[in-house]
């Protein structure tokens, strides 16, 4: 069971990044699924995460209005839209499954993880 992330860069502020997120040995598509991201010295933070049907999402304050997921269940993959970027939004960026669904921005009670692609915004 692997969820692979990738997408990840170098670009400068105001830009935008697509990163994607491909799941295999299991099918995912009744899993909530999340982003979430880690930079130096600091807790896993929660980004977004999106129903298995793809209608309900959950924006942290931080991201709101920038980024943006969506997610292909016939592709078994989740995306994450990141426009707008900043130079806090450097980190390494990682897709999460949970089979239970019930909303949680706690990173622990996500069952499959990414290895996570990096992301630096320059300014």
């Known amino acids: 069971v692997q969820l692979q992330a990738c997408g990840g860069g170098l670009v400068q502020a105001g830009g935008s990044l697509r990163l994607s997120c491909a799941a295999s040995?299991?099918?995912?598509?009744?899993?909530?699924m999340s982003w979430f991201r880690q930079a130096p010295g600091k807790e896993r933070e929660f980004l977004v995460g999106i129903s298995w049907s793809g209608i309900n999402t959950n924006y942290a304050d931080s991201v709101k209005g920038r980024f943006t997921i969506s997610r292909d269940n016939a592709k078994n993959a989740v995306y994450l839209q990141m426009n707008s970027l900043k130079p806090e939004d450097t980190a390494v960026y990682y897709c999460a499954a949970r089979t239970l669904p019930i909303w949680t921005t706690m990173w622990s009670q996500y069952d499959y993880w990414g290895q996570g692609t990096q992301v630096t915004v320059s300014s």
């Open positions: 040995g299991r099918t995912f598509n009744k899993d909530t």
